[in-house]
């Protein structure tokens, strides 16, 4: 059974900084984030392919990196200059069906 591990989520003010971690029981090709605010549909924050392809939604372009160790199966999801619209539930997914457990994201003043 495929386990995720998350991390790394919490309170941060405009302007900051999180990062996030999932660590995976197997590897990989396509690791990624997701994300589910309030109110809202779910959505693919970024992801990233085990020869380091990625891709990411236009309104995190230039303040999220994506990025990921394999030797570890982990991928991170660098957060810069978050934003309040930035609140979500953060999820970690792995092939398109696993997912991890989550993690809540909370950009406030």
């Known amino acids: 059974q495929v386990q995720l591990v998350e991390s790394g989520g919490g309170l941060v003010q405009p302007g900051g900084s999180l990062r996030l971690t999932c660590a995976a029981s197997e590897s990989f090709n396509v690791m990624g984030w997701y994300r589910r605010a309030p109110g809202k549909e779910r959505e693919l924050v970024a992801a990233i392919t085990s020869s380091g392809e990625t891709n990411y939604v236009d309104s995190v372009k230039g303040r999220f990196t994506i990025s990921r160790d394999n030797a570890k199966n982990t991928v991170y999801l660098q957060m810069n200059s978050l934003k309040p619209e930035d609140t979500a539930v953060y999820y970690c997914?792995?092939?398109?069906?696993?997912w991890g457990q989550g993690t809540q994201v909370t950009v406030s003043s």
């Open positions: 997914n792995v092939a398109g069906i696993h």
